[in-house]
């Protein structure tokens, strides 16, 4: 009998229960006792949803990331976080966003690093290591999820199944913030982890779920090594261990994992079905295989048919040992379909989100383990629904397809390099050293979100809508002007999210009412689903852009999402290549900016903040990826006049080792996020001569800190260092979108007057700023 399990389920909730009580718990209007049992309910309600299933997981439960939660656990905080009053709740969320509830939170410190979980748009919070790196167990948290698993009515003796981080991939996900070897700590971390199995196999856990997807990345023989003293270690232990991987190949760490001292081996099967057949014959005779068959990172359905063709051989040999589940955890997918009564119905029955994915796990079991006769009726619906998606005509559109066929390498390069851009763009913006901006939006208060949704729902008129949009836009433009900033942006009010607000415009896309996925704490996305063929019937944002810019005389930024985020942040069609999606979104972008520059937009930033999340896990793969990703953001960028500055930005990643393929992009600005790593991003500008101007975030907008202008001087210094100060704007590290007005005020205030001091400086080099 094939087993069926899960290895994670999303955490929000349907309704996004989980963000709304975490920023009821900020604002200080509920305890951290009603936050608790909203936790538990939502806990409970994913239980009850997966009790059906062999093993059902438990601790994928966070309430804010699983990575805190796994140092947390280890009793591993930076320095600057322990020793602070409070409860262990007020720990973490200073941790997480650098202070726990508004106002009540007098001990406020610099929230950890925060960057992207693999080639996901989900953040994790980075554990630091240093010389000092001391654990100290902590399973409280694991151990009360477990009970709680075990007292549910519907789960039977054996049937929770714990889910924690491996030591490896701990390590690995680490950043080191003094030189420390990571892996010197590993002889430390293990006792640890052992006495953590021990504890949840007294406790009735029989399997442990232990994710280590470094393993399908390209490892030094070093951490290698680590693999085989990590689990030669903890093979003494009890329970049974399901060693995790998922997210891609396993390639040439394939034959380290099949001889791991484990119970049990899963992988990702929708990425790496080439290498079932070898892990099938490699994988010794008393381990279990756990095979990844179902889409964890995309909603379309599962082709059950299909995948039983390539199942059910592996079944026969198998036996027993075939456990059956989604590639990865369901954190990555929205929740549940059956609330989607708007969506097309056309499109609908092609698509499956967490709950349906489950249902069809089930179904592949009974197959699998009754024969197809036991599900034929379930089988004939979903394979009439394949055949609907991939015969729509609503889906493949030929005029796009040509458009892209006649797509020329004089489409991606400007007239001028940037050298003599520069000095043309210099001499038409006229603007001072230290130039401010702002990434793009600003706050979205509550009434803005009201009179979205009062259009959207058809209880307001285009007019009264448009009128309220025009007085946030006015707001937003009048405030910045107080503020002294140099380049101004309208503030985004109509905009719900900057990938759903294009791809509501665009042909070839539509939109789930409660398709809510995850990025990080409380902060939730919709992504948009791309099903077919792109193209642009309407000006998308002209002329919002141009009423701002009617309403002053400093320059107004127009503000575009890049084909490649806009790609990386939809969940994408899986029947052609990804690139010639994202040409097609090219074409259809480029549109709008050549618009922009004639309605007479002289600064036009196109964001590409999930550029390098697109990598693939593997280097060796990055090239192929880069070179039409870049060449996707130049066919967008490069139409317009060397007067027309363009700009992107980045945020929260690492991008040292692709700077490369960045100065490529060739925009005359880039901003991108520095603060948090306290410009530490900036030291690959002491090998690579970066030839553009950069932006380097000096304001943290994922935390309610407001920074200081000393602060923010001392890293633009920072930044100065590496960068000519000619070429240096200031900037925050993202999109306001996400804060309250009372504290975006202060923090660009800040920002001015260390602009200012910057440049008082530079007048007279032998002084120091000026600190306002």
């Known amino acids: 009998m094939a087993l069926i399990h899960n290895l994670g389920f999303p955490r929000i909730g349907a309704q996004r229960e989980l963000k709304f009580a975490l920023e009821s718990f900020w604002a200080g209007r509920t305890t951290d006792t009603d936050l608790e049992a909203t936790a538990l309910t939502l806990r409970q309600q994913h239980w009850l949803t997966q009790h059906t299933l062999d093993l059902v997981p438990v601790g994928d439960f966070s309430l804010y990331d699983q990575v805190l939660d796994m140092s947390i656990t280890l009793g591993h905080l930076p320095k600057r976080a322990q020793g602070l009053p409070g409860s262990e709740l007020d720990q973490y969320?200073?941790?997480?966003?650098?202070?726990?509830?508004?106002?009540?939170?007098?001990?406020?410190?610099?929230?950890?690093?925060?960057?992207?979980?693999?080639?996901?748009?989900?953040?994790?919070?980075?554990?630091?290591?240093?010389?000092?790196?001391?654990?100290?167990?902590?399973?409280?948290?694991?151990?009360?999820?477990?009970?709680?698993?075990?007292?549910?009515?519907?789960?039977?003796?054996?049937?929770?199944?714990?889910?924690?981080?491996?030591?490896?991939?701990?390590?690995?996900?680490?950043?080191?913030?003094?030189?420390?070897?990571?892996?010197?700590?590993?002889?430390?971390?293990?006792?640890?982890?052992?006495?953590?199995?021990?504890?949840?196999?007294?406790?009735?856990?029989?399997?442990?779920?232990?994710?280590?997807?470094?393993?399908?990345?390209?490892?030094?023989?070093?951490?290698?090594?680590?693999?085989?003293?990590?689990?030669?270690?903890?093979?003494?232990?009890?329970?049974?261990?399901?060693?995790?991987?998922?997210?891609?190949?396993?390639?040439?760490?394939?034959q380290l994992v099949c001889n791991l001292p484990v119970a049990g081996l899963h992988v990702d099967a929708v990425r790496g079905r080439d290498e079932i057949t070898r892990i099938v014959d490699w994988l010794p005779s008393h381990k279990i295989l756990s095979v990844g068959a179902i889409d964890g990172r995309n909603i379309w359905k599962t082709d059950l048919n299909a995948t039983l063709d390539w199942l059910e051989p592996i079944a026969a040999k198998l036996g027993e040992r075939l456990w059956v589940a989604p590639s990865c955890s369901l954190l990555h997918v929205p929740v549940d379909l059956t609330s989607e009564t708007a969506l097309d119905q056309d499109i609908r029955q092609w698509l499956a989100f967490a709950c349906q994915k489950l249902e069809e796990l089930q179904l592949l079991g009974q197959a699998l383990n009754q024969g197809r006769d036991a599900i034929a009726e379930a089988l004939a619906e979903n394979q009439a629904a394949i055949d609907s998606r991939r015969q729509s005509p609503r889906v493949h559109n030929?005029?796009?397809?040509?458009?892209?066929?006649?797509?020329?390498?004089?489409?991606?390069?400007?007239?001028?390099?940037?050298?003599?851009?520069?000095?043309?763009?210099?001499?038409?913006?006229?603007?001072?050293?230290?130039?401010?901006?702002?990434?793009?939006?600003?706050?979205?208060?509550?009434?803005?979100?009201?009179?979205?949704?009062?259009?959207?729902?058809?209880?307001?008129?285009?007019?009264?809508?448009?009128?309220?949009?025009?007085?946030?836009?006015?707001?937003?433009?009048?405030?910045?002007?107080?503020?002294?900033?140099?380049?101004?942006?309208?503030?985004?009010?109509?905009?719900?999210?900057?990938?759903?607000?294009?791809g509501e415009q665009l042909e070839g896309y539509t939109f789930s009412q409660f398709g809510w996925v995850q990025s990080y704490g409380s902060r939730c996305v919709k992504p948009p689903i791309l099903f077919g063929d792109i193209s642009r019937p309407n000006a998308m944002t002209v002329d919002w852009i141009t009423y701002a810019q009617s309403l002053t005389d400093k320059p107004m930024k127009g503000m575009l999402t890049g084909p490649v985020t806009i790609l990386n942040w939809s969940f994408v069609r899986d029947d052609q290549p990804r690139s010639e999606s994202c040409r097609q979104?090219?074409?259809?972008?480029?549109?709008?900016?050549?618009?922009?520059?004639?309605?007479?937009?002289?600064?036009?930033?196109?964001?590409?903040?999930?550029?390098?999340?697109?990598?693939?896990?593997?280097?060796?793969?990055?090239?192929?990826?880069?070179?039409?990703?870049?060449?996707?953001?130049?066919?967008?960028?490069?139409?317009?006049?060397?007067?027309t500055q363009i700009h992107?930005?980045?945020?929260?990643?690492?991008?040292?080792?692709?700077?490369?393929?960045?100065?490529?992009?060739?925009?005359?600005?880039?901003?991108?996020?520095?603060?948090?790593?306290?410009?530490?991003?900036?030291?690959?500008?002491?090998?690579?001569?970066?030839?553009?101007?950069?932006?380097?975030?000096?304001?943290?907008?994922?935390?309610?800190?407001?920074?200081?202008?000393?602060?923010?001087?001392?890293?633009?210094?920072?930044a100065a260092e590496r960068i000519p100060a000619e070429r240096l704007w200031v900037n925050p590290d993202c999109g306001l979108k996400t804060r309250q007005w009372a504290e975006v005020t202060p923090a660009l205030t800040h920002m001015v007057q260390a602009a200012s001091a910057l440049r008082a400086a530079a007048q007279t080099p032998a002084a120091e700023p000026a600190l306002a």
């Open 93 to 254: 969320f200073r941790v997480a966003r650098g202070r726990s509830v508004q106002g009540q939170d007098q001990h406020s410190i610099q929230a950890g690093e925060m960057t992207k979980w693999f080639d996901t748009n989900y953040h994790y919070i980075v554990p630091e290591m240093t010389a000092d790196t001391r654990f100290t167990l902590n399973p409280t948290r694991l151990l009360n999820q477990l009970s709680e698993a075990q007292a549910h009515a519907d789960l039977q003796p054996g049937q929770a199944k714990p889910v924690i981080i491996g030591p490896v991939t701990y390590l690995w996900l680490s950043k080191s913030k003094d030189g420390t070897d990571r892996l010197a700590l590993l002889d430390q971390l293990l006792p640890l982890y052992s006495a953590l199995l021990e504890q949840l196999a007294e406790a009735g856990a029989q399997w442990v779920q232990i994710d280590e997807p470094i393993l399908t990345t390209e490892l030094s023989a070093e951490w290698k090594q680590a693999f085989e003293t990590a689990y030669h270690t903890l093979k003494a232990n009890r329970p049974q261990l399901l060693l995790a991987t998922y997210f891609g190949t396993l390639q040439d760490n394939l």
């Open 398 to 502: 030929p005029a796009v397809k040509q458009a892209v066929a006649e797509i020329t390498p004089a489409l991606g390069a400007r007239q001028q390099a940037y050298p003599e851009r520069a000095a043309q763009q210099g001499e038409h913006l006229k603007l001072p050293l230290y130039p401010t901006t702002t990434i793009g939006s600003f706050p979205q208060t509550a009434d803005i979100r009201q009179a979205r949704r009062d259009y959207k729902q058809g209880t307001l008129s285009k007019a009264d809508y448009t009128s309220l949009m025009q007085a946030a836009i006015e707001h937003a433009v009048r405030e910045q002007e107080a503020l002294g900033l140099d380049v101004l942006v309208h503030g985004e009010a109509e905009r719900n999210d900057m990938v759903e607000y294009f």
């Open 585 to 643: 979104l090219a074409l259809a972008i480029r549109q709008e900016v050549l618009d922009l520059e004639a309605a007479g937009v002289n600064i036009i930033q196109i964001d590409e903040a999930a550029l390098r999340e697109g990598l693939p896990l593997r280097q060796s793969e990055w090239q192929q990826y880069l070179d039409w990703a870049v060449d996707a953001f130049r066919i967008t960028a490069n139409g317009v006049r060397d007067t």
């Open 648 to 718: 992107t930005h980045m945020c929260y990643s690492e991008f040292n080792d692709i700077i490369e393929s960045i100065a490529q992009m060739d925009a005359d600005v880039i901003t991108i996020e520095t603060s948090r790593s306290d410009m530490e991003l900036l030291d690959v500008f002491k090998d690579f001569a970066y030839p553009n101007e950069i932006g380097p975030g000096v304001y943290d907008i994922h935390t309610p800190n407001i920074p200081s202008v000393e602060q923010m001087v001392q890293l633009m210094q920072k």
